[in-house]
Structure formats: C-alpha cells, structure tokens
C-alpha cells in the first residue's frame, strides 16, 4: 500500500499489465486505465493521477493533463447523478444556456460541482452527437432532448 492508500488489487493490476500489452506503445492504454482508476477509487484524485503516472512511466503532469482534457473524469467525488448540458452549436442555438442557467439555480451549482446532498453533479459538456434533438442534455446514461425549463425540472426531481 503506498502512503496515500491507492492501490491497485492484485486482479487490477493484472488488468492493467493486459491492457498496457494490447498496445504497441503502453501509453495506449492510459485511457481505460484511467477509467479503472475512477472506478476503483471513486474519482481521479492529484494522489491517483500520481499512482497511474508511475505504472506507466510518465510525469504527473502528463496524466494530469489527459484527465483535465476529457470531461469523462472526476477529480473530485462526483454525485450519485451526472447531469451534462451540452453547450454547443445546436443546443446554443435552440436556448442551452437558458436550461444551464436554470439548472444552475434549481440546484445551486456551477458546471463542475455537486449539490451538497451529494445527488447531482452538472457538467456544461460539448456536442453529444444528438443535435437533433436539441437542446438536450444526458441524465446518467439517458438522452433527453426537446429541454424546456418545465421538462428539466420533472426530470431533476425524479433523480433520488
Ligand atoms: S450540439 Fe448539442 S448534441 Fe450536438
């Protein structure tokens, strides 16, 4: 165990050996390893960006950069719900910073942050490949398009 407490499971470290061999240069695998790291620790932590760097060899900073570029990693805990607002073309286009504004002020936060009770974290997110259901926004794993302040609402009060 190293002195922050990260670390992988023998099992894991043994999926990490096999994903970094599927790749001609290991850096390959830095992804789904990335991804292995949230999953096993809840969120890519300073501390797990420095444990991941050192199984491949690369600085910090290197794997810093990586999990700062996507907004598929969570550097803080994140809520038991992942609300993303896409803000691009389409959805600008067809009112998505009214729906970010008024999700900002129905629960609180800023794009980025989780509510207090630990329920929602929003993120302000680019294109996810449904223009045409603009605006829209992805609650977990479910599209939902045709927002309206009303349909945000009916679909943030069923998130428990
Ligand atoms: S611009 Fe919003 S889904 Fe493509």
């Known amino acids: 165990m190293n002195r922050n407490g990260i ?8 999926e990490v050996r096999r994903l970094q061999g599927l790749y001609p240069d290991t ?19 300073l501390e797990v960006e420095e444990y991941v760097a050192r199984l491949f060899d690369l600085s910090p900073a290197h794997v810093h950069e990586v999990v700062t570029f996507y907004t598929l990693f969570f550097q803080a805990p994140k809520g038991r719900h992942i609300v993303s607002v896409c803000h691009n073309l389409s959805c600008h286009l067809t009112g998505a910073q009214d729906i970010l504004r008024h999700l900002k002020a129905r629960l609180g ?24 259901m603009a605006p829209m926004m992805q609650v977990d794993d479910r ?4 927002l309206t302040p009303a349909k945000v609402d009916a679909l943030v009060d069923a998130l428990r």
């Open 109 to 132: 936060i800023e794009p980025g942050e989780t509510t207090e009770d630990g329920r929602v974290t929003l993120l302000a997110v680019e294109c996810l490949c449904a223009c045409e």
């Open 143 to 146: 599209y939902e398009g045709g």
């Open 27 to 45: 850096r390959g695998a830095l992804l789904p390893v990335l991804h292995l790291a949230q999953d096993a620790f809840g969120h890519v932590s």
């Open 7 to 14: 670390e992988f499971s023998d099992a894991q470290l043994q």
